[in-house]
T-cell receptor
Framework: GENVEQHPSTLSVQEGDSAVIKCTYS??????FPWYKQELGKRPQLIID?????GEKKDQRIAVTLNKTAKHFSLHITETQPEDSAVYFC????????????FGKGTRLSVIA | GAGVSQSPRYKVAKRGQDVALRCDPI?????LFWYQQALGQGPEFLTY????????KSGLPSDRFFAERPEGSVSTLKIQRTQQEDSAVYLC???????????????FGPGTRLTVL
């Protein structure tokens, strides 16, 4: 089955700096890669996703890149703000995202003002 | 509109008790997923439904766990004879499931935090 590895487990950045979180996956059949943000005690919320037919996607300060050959994808947050502090999870699935997601273990991002 | 809701939000059970966790998906969502999230970990898949059909229950940790969605809407996750290792947050998610080339976001509920003493 699919296995998703996520690094780093914790990340501290100064406000205004960029943050990068990296994930690798094992199943070449995976074709949908969402990123979720989870604040303490809250539900995971989708912040961006990418499909396997796209190499990069951007939404304001957030971007995701996908390298299918190497089976890795990354989340980039620019101009970080204190409200970006949370745990971020990458995930992977096949069959158009209508099947169960396999999550990484999460990255705790702290943005220091 | 209303998102995914779960009840109860918190549940404390004595070891050996049975518990039932409820999930109300977004109206019209076809797919419903249950995940277990241990403290400091990512969600892990338990089981999922398409309408009332349970398509995959390979993630259920033991035969003490049972899930149902009899009318293709509300779902219940039942845990019999709870053990301390069952303590976790149980998350429910739903998606519209248009199929084809449409990739569908899974919307998560707030979770039920189960503590087994």
């Amino acid at each position: 089955g699919e296995n998703v590895e996520q690094h780093p487990s914790t990340l501290s950045v100064q406000e205004g700096d960029s943050a990068v979180i990296k994930c690798t996956y094992s199943d070449s059949a995976s074709n949908y890669f969402p990123w979720y943000k989870q604040e303490l005690g809250k539900r995971p919320q989708l912040i961006i996703d990418i499909r396997s037919n796209v190499g990069e996607k951007k939404d304001q300060r957030i971007a995701v890149t996908l390298n299918k050959t190497a089976k890795h994808f990354s989340l980039h947050i620019t101009e970080t703000q204190p409200e970006d502090s949370a745990v971020y999870f990458c995930a992977a699935s096949n069959e158009a995202g209508n099947t169960p997601l396999v999550f990484g273990k999460g990255t705790r991002l702290s943005v220091i003002a | 509109g209303a998102g995914v809701s779960q009840s109860p939000r918190y549940k404390v059970a004595k070891r050996g008790q049975d518990v039932a966790l409820r999930c109300d998906p977004i109206s019209g969502h076809v797919s419903l997923f249950w995940y277990q999230q241990a403290l400091g970990q990512g969600p892990e898949f338990l089981t999922y439904f398409q309408n009332e059909a349970q398509l995959d229950k390979s993630g259920l940790p033991s035969d003490r766990f049972f899930a149902e969605r009899p009318e293709g809407s509300v779902s219940t996750l039942k845990i019999q004879r709870t053990q301390q290792e069952d303590s976790a947050v149980y998350l429910c998610a739903s998606s519209l499931n248009w199929g084809g080339q449409v990739y569908n976001e899974q919307f998560f509920g707030p979770g039920t935090r189960l503590t087994v003493l």
